[in-house]
């Protein structure tokens, strides 16, 4: 019988195309993925895997093996889903991934608040902007600027998040907008819409730095390298920042949660997804949305 957890192995492998992402994605080394690979291969007496020297890349039985091996994954994911589906004290630990902006100036300094609500729930919040997989238990829930799309969630819009252009106090051209420089993002975020609105109202002035993230925008404008393109709740209530051109385009970007709709009844989740869309309903700055259960 050949080993799951060697098999999990080669999954994480293709999943992230290589070893050390693989075993970043593990939590263990990379001798030990590279251990583990070595033990299959030599078990099914085949090569499954090229290693290049950058990357990894499977060989037409190795793609093969992955497709049959991701049906093994699903199965063994489902069962860990219906025996947590079943556990019906409201305990244990529920892993949340959300995007940095919310993490750092929203989520964070309120955990608190949930702990004394749910002293026996805790939890695990991952700050990342991938994509994550909850069919595969990389998350219990996720929290996203854009919909989520994977086909065995559930998903809820919970609320919106205004942007406004703001910068520094000190900012040197504070008073003179064709003078304005701004902080944008790259190419890589053509597709973006906060990118396009910022983009639009910029027009031809230029770009005084490209930071692919909103703190770092924050950070940069509080310093006063230019105008940022800044949620309102942050952007309102920091007296370094001033908020310039209030007649701009309005824009905001949508915030949406998602469960994997085996988990979505489990009381841990229940009280986190819970927990989260009441602070996105009563924060200032933010817009909430008429309260619809996912």
């Known amino acids: 019988m050949i080993d799951w957890e060697n098999l999990r192995y080669l999954l994480a492998v293709a999943h992230t195309g290589s070893l050390s992402g693989a075993a970043r994605h593990l939590g263990v080394d990379h001798a030990t993925v590279s251990r583990r690979l070595a033990g299959l291969e030599e078990q099914v007496e085949v090569r499954l895997l ?3 020297p950058r990357a990894c890349r499977l060989t037409p039985i190795g793609q093969r093996v992955v497709e049959l091996a991701q049906g093994m994954e699903e199965s063994a994911y489902a069962i860990e889903r219906l025996i947590d589906a ?17 993490v750092a100036n929203f989520l964070a300094g309120r955990l608190a608040s949930f702990r004394q609500q749910n002293p026996a729930v805790r939890i695990s919040v991952s700050s990342e902007t991938r994509k994550v997989s909850l069919a595969r238990r990389e998350a219990d829930v996720i929290l996203r600027l854009s919909r989520p799309e994977e086909p065995s969630s559930v998903v809820r819009k919970i609320g919106r998040m205004p942007f406004g252009l703001y910068a520094s106090r000190q900012y040197i051209h504070l008073h003179h907008p064709p003078a304005w420089e701004f902080i944008t993002y790259n190419e890589g975020f053509a ?31 509080q310093a006063g ?6 949620p309102v709740f942050i952007g309102d209530t920091d007296a370094r920042l001033q908020r310039v051109a209030p007649d701009a385009e309005p824009f905001s970007c949508d915030i949406w949660i998602a469960v994997h709709r085996d988990l979505r ?6 009280a986190v997804m819970d927990f989260i869309a009441k602070i996105v309903a009563d924060h200032p700055g933010l817009e909430s949305l008429p309260n619809k259960r996912v």
């Open 265 to 270: 009844r489990t009381p841990p989740v229940r």
């Open 191 to 221: 597709d973006v819409p906060r990118r396009q609105w910022l983009a639009r109202f910029q027009g031809e002035r230029a770009s005084a730095c490209e930071i692919n993230d909103v703190n770092g925008h924050l950070t940069a404008a």
């Open 50 to 52: 090229e290693r290049l």
């Open 225 to 230: 390298a230019g105008v940022a393109g800044l």
């Open 86 to 102: 079943s556990r019906s004290p409201l305990s244990g630990t529920v892993t949340l991934s959300a995007p940095p902006v919310l």
